[in-house]
């Protein structure tokens, strides 16, 4: 399982397991915590913030073929199609415009050098949560 589908099942289980108040006044945050701590345990949580860029071609190669090139977190690059099922994962460098090249040594990198050529890859879409 990849980090990008962790991610979406930690959400997923997240969902199901929260419960959502909707408050009709305003009140304090220390008065809300100690009225949930009578019912329920009450821990305090990290912020957990996930990145995924998304890579491509000027001209589209990638997608036009079905495929898609994701960078999750720093260095895990995947190659998947559109529905997730044929995943081919590799560390890569860190820097925004990659060559298929850049991964010359793994079948990531042929599969894109198939695709791409020499053809630079860059980061078409950035997402944080």
Do not use: H
């Amino acid at each position: 399982m990849g980090p990008l589908r962790s991610v979406i099942n930690f959400y997923k289980k997240m969902k199901e397991k929260s419960v959502t108040y909707i408050m009709r006044e305003q009140a304090e945050l220390a008065v809300l915590l100690s009225g949930l701590s009578e019912k329920y345990t009450v821990q305090e949580g990290g912020l957990l913030v996930y990145t995924v860029s998304y890579f491509d071609t000027f001209d589209w190669r990638l997608f036009d073929k079905g495929l898609i090139c994701l960078r999750q977190g720093s260095s895990v690059y995947a190659l998947t199609d559109f529905s997730d099922e044929n995943r081919i994962e590799a560390e890569g460098p860190v820097r925004n415009k990659l060559f298929p090249l850049d991964f010359a040594k793994s079948v990531l990198g042929e599969k894109l050098q198939l695709v791409a050529g020499i053809r630079a890859l860059l980061p078409l879409v950035e997402i944080t949560r």
